[in-house]
Structure formats: structure tokens, C-alpha cells
């Protein structure tokens, strides 16, 4: 009487028999390895979603610069102008959709997009920072006109002298009226502005210097 053939299957040349206790071991690591991808993936668009919801804040021109299709800059912009909250939602679960179907080198351009976005914000914030630094220093302190002009010489320091004096007697005239809300003159605000712009300046001008001598051999 012949013996009935045991079923079963090959992995990697060897014989694995239904129900045998290598098939049950098999079978433990193949679920485990696909509970691992669902992980991953389900991480991954996770991650694209929210890549996509940062493109409402990105700055047009650099979202200009991206490689990105009609719909998915519609449903950008379609996101920006709505408000009510469900319908935004499902608006950000559809751009996270179209985001899913980009191309790596896509994705990539868009986070090397928001990075550089992030990293000009934050110089701006700084460059705002010293402006006003410099402004309080010039209004409060006799010597600091003398020590703004070593570091930006092309100022107008006769217009720069009188703004200071009429944003001191802006300041004395508020100290003169207390309870009153503090509201700075015309002049308090043209130093700023006096101030940053030549701020800026020194830096662009800094900044083409420093890519002069990276070019250079």
C-alpha cells in the first residue's frame, strides 16, 4: 500500500512539509515581516501627509521652483481658501494622496524647498533682532551714533543725527503725558528702517564675497 504524498512546498532548495513545525515557524515570520511593512508604510504617509500640509506655508517662489503637477498646486490652493474645518480636512487627506505619488526625487526637492525657507526665516528673525537692538542703542546712547558709523560709514549721518533727536523728543513728550498709550513717532520707525536696511545690505553684501572666494582655485 503506497503511502499518500505529504504536501507541502521548497524554500530555498529544502522541502517544508503543510502544518510541520518549520512551516509554522515560516509562515510567524512572514506575518511578522508584513505587520513591519504596514508599519512602514503607514509611517511613510504619514510623513508625505504632512510634507503636503507644509506646502500651504511655502513661499511661492520656491513653490514655483518645484516639480509639481496642476492638481496638486490647485489642491494647495483650493486648501488655503477654505475654512471650515471638515472640509479642510478632507482637502489635506487629498493632497496627502497626490503626494504619494511622487517620485523620490520630487519629494526631495520639496523638504530641500521648506529647509531653506525655514533657514531664511530664521536669518530675517535675527536680521530684526539686531535692527532693533541698534535702533533702542542709537536713541538711548550718546556714543552709539559714533559706533554705527565705523560699521556702516556710508550712512547719512546728518539725517540719521536728526532722526535720533526728534525720536528723543518723541520719547520725552510720551514721558511728559503718563497713563497714555506709547505710540512712536515717524522717526522712531524711519531709524529702523534706516538701520535694517543697511543690515541687510552688509549681509548680501557678505554673502556674494564669501561665494567670490569659494570660486576661487
Known amino acids: 500500500m503506497s503511502r499518500k504524498p505529504t504536501k507541502g512546498y521548497f524554500v530555498r532548495g529544502q522541502f517544508v512539509a503543510l502544518g510541520s513545525e518549520l512551516d509554522q515557524e515560516l509562515k510567524r515570520e512572514l506575518k511578522g515581516s508584513a505587520e513591519m511593512s504596514k508599519t512602514d508604510l503607514k509611517k511613510e504617509s504619514d510623513r508625505l501627509q504632512s510634507l503636503g500640509e507644509s506646502l500651504l506655508t511655502l513661499r511661492a517662489d520656491l513653490l514655483d521652483k518645484l516639480d509639481l503637477s496642476e492638481k496638486l498646486l ?113 522717526a522712531y520707525r524711519e531709524i529702523f528702517q534706516t538701520v535694517k536696511a543697511a543690515l541687510n545690505q552688509d549681509a548680501d553684501t557678505a554673502g556674494d564675497g564669501a561665494s567670490e572666494d569659494d570660486e576661487q582655485p
Open 74 to 186: 490647485e489642491a494647495v490652493a483650493d486648501a488655503r481658501r477654505i475654512t471650515n474645518f471638515e472640509g479642510r480636512r478632507r482637502q489635506m487627506q487629498f493632497i496627502g494622496k497626490l503626494m504619494r505619488k511622487l517620485d523620490e526625487d520630487t519629494v526631495a526637492a520639496v523638504e530641500a524647498a521648506l529647509e531653506e525657507q525655514s533657514k531664511g526665516s530664521a536669518k530675517d528673525t535675527l536680521s530684526l533682532h539686531m535692527a532693533e537692538q541698534w535702533r533702542d542703542r542709537l536713541i538711548n546712547e550718546d556714543d552709539a551714533l559714533t559706533a554705527w558709523m565705523q560699521m556702516d560709514p556710508q550712512s547719512d549721518v546728518q539725517h540719521l543725527r536728526a532722526l535720533i533727536r526728534q525720536a528723543r523728543k518723541d520719547a520725552q513728550a510720551v514721558k511728559e503725558r503718563p497713563g497714555e498709550a506709547v505710540r512712536h513717532g515717524k
